[in-house]
């Protein structure tokens, strides 16, 4: 019965001082899903990512992934069940090589220690060379391979939006989390993020996916929770959410749905 | 500016070739071997002692590169470290307790307290950036000097002010390094027999560090040096990795300060001031922070420029003039100053960065890099 489901929070809670950013928020996400998250500015989107991956504490409530509960507080544990993101406003590592930023990713699925660092070992060595021919290959796959060895600051913004993802890819999530991929991008460049998140779906990787781009969440999600004022107003396929009462009073304002 | 970067960049250029490579290491490796002969005989003992202590501080500044280069933590108080190894070898080696341990013993020991005082100083300081570290380890820096320097009652440990003399010499097995070393076809002066010793111990630690910097751990200390909550995000354990920094950094600190007793004989706190750790930091930024051959070069820069401005400010003056104006010694941190302000003004990222770092700079100069900043929505 549970087999299928790949996440499920359940009642989280979160407040900053005396903002409720989210109230008993539950929501459930199966395996294989492009899962979206929406809902106006401030409703708690990217406050409940930051609770999922371990960057926020939650008050109450708690997320159980994989059959196992995710550590709250542990955001380098959380990696390692599984669950990899990218953030709203990139957060690469500006003055390191796009390569690098994407070996940075395979970090915690690395055995190499500081002594085998300093021995050279030959299995240090052998996972050196893995963890290069991984991440090029990771980057092929986001098609950014060309700008391997540049400085990832110097990246065009789509590719340093590809290159998050590929760093997150290169942690072997389950779950890959993408806050606002398509912010700032135009219709091109929009169009082969979704080929990107189609891709990484077809590979096995569920994707939740916050976004404000709606055409993007309606073609490419198959459910979307809404959340306004820190609550989930409702869970369903987009099909819908788009004419859901509470969804169009939250967007649009009361009265617009008479 | 654009000038001396290509100078340097031709400079370095046969180091990546392949084909000269072995040639350049070996001239480099005979010319350090021959190296304390000429300088004894054609500068006199001063200045070898001198280019010890360049080498001593080629260590630091490669410990201090690990914490302030790779992991971007800035430490302020690092000389401690350079303390806890050299009052290791001076408790351990001298008339103090009476205690006379072998060198293969004290050395690693010293490196692993010294470590451990790293992960002392870095666990309260893990939430800490910046300016707010700074300050931090500035006051451990100073806590550490305060210690030694009261730590004569009520039980005598340190012998306070007055530091601790008589301390054994390096030695290996019974030939102690503060004699000549006879060896029947040459006599290895002692000055000379500490040279050796200490190239080994530089080139040891400079190869550990490029080994770090290339490695798993390496780049986990780039990660958090460049974002710390992107590390987070790719599963860095910031916490291990921060302390890990602190520990090998104070590592190498420990291993030069436990050669420093065994080269000086005599330690006492007024050794391990703030104005050290200054110094130290000073070697690291002005050579390139994070590039290893940058800060070598600071270090051996920052060692022997001070000491040729004190051995050329009297005798110039009194060349010049006649009569000598201003006291070499104080016109010698003048000059010092006045050269730290200038490269900082004209090489803002050290003598010798690495060419990522030099692309950087140069990128912030021709400002043609794509916005960055995402576009908000609505």
Known sequence: MTAHILLSASNISKAFGGVQALKDVSITLNRGEIYGLIGPNGAGKTTLFNCLTGLYVPDSGEFIFDGAPLNSNAPDKTVCQGIARTFQNIRLFPNMTALENVMVGRHARLRSNILSDILRTPFNRREEQATEDESLQLMRYVGIAHRAHDLAKNLSYGDQRRLEIARALATHPKLLCLDEPAAGMNANETAGLRQLIEMIRADGISVLLIEHDVQLIMRLCDRVAVLDYGELICEEVPAVVQKHPRVIEAYLGSGAHA | ?378
């Open chain 2, 1 to 378: 500016m654009k000038m001396t970067a290509r100078f340097f960049a031709r400079l370095t250029r046969p180091l990546n070739d392949g084909r000269v490579h072995w040639l350049v290491w070996a001239l480099l490796g005979i010319l350090l071997a021959v190296m304390p002969w000429i300088v004894a005989a054609g500068f006199g003992n001063t200045w070898l002692r001198v280019l010890n202590f360049a080498l001593l501080y080629v260590m630091l500044a490669l410990g201090l590169n690990i914490v302030v280069g790779f992991a971007g933590l800035l430490d302020m108080g690092y000389i401690a470290f350079y303390a806890v190894g050299a009052y290791l070898w001076a408790l351990l080696a001298s008339p103090q307790f009476g205690l006379h341990w072998p060198m293969w013993a004290i050395l690693p020991l010293g490196a692993g307290v010294a470590g451990l005082f790293g992960v002392l100083l870095g666990a309260p300081t893990l939430k800490l950036r910046g300016d707010y570290l700074a300050i931090v380890t500035l006051g451990f820096g100073e806590i550490i000097r305060i210690f030694l320097n009261n730590l004569n009652a009520p039980i005598n440990i340190t012998n306070g002010p007055q530091g601790i003399s008589a301390i054994d010499a390096l030695h290996f097995g019974s030939v102690s390094l503060a004699r000549p070393i006879d060896l029947g076809v040459v006599t290895i002066p002692s000055l000379v027999a500490f040279y050796y010793v200490f190239l080994f111990a530089a080139v040891t630690i400079i190869g550990i560090a490029l080994r770090l910097e290339r490695s798993r751990v390496g780049r986990a200390w780039a990660a958090i040096r460049e974002d710390e909550i992107a590390a987070k995000a790719c599963g860095i354990n910031t916490r291990n990795v921060k302390l890990l920094a602190f520990a090998m950094g104070a590592t190498f600190g420990g291993v030069a300060g436990g050669l420093f007793a065994g080269f000086q004989q005599f330690v006492s706190p007024e050794s391990f001031g703030l104005l050290e750790s200054v110094m130290v930091l000073c070697m690291v930024v002005l050579g390139g922070m994070g590039h290893i051959p940058g800060v070598i070069f600071g270090a051996l820069l920052l060692t022997l420029l001070p000491e040729f401005f004190r051995h050329v400010a009297g005798p110039t003056q009194q060349m010049l003039f006649g009569k000598i104006y201003i006291d070499p010694e104080s016109l010698r941190m003048l000059l010092f100053g006045l050269s730290l302000v200038l490269v900082m003004r004209y090489r803002p990222s050290g003598l010798w960065p690495s060419p990522q770092r030099q692309r950087e700079i140069q990128d912030a100069q021709h400002v043609d890099a794509p916005a960055a900043v995402p576009v908000s929505h609505k």
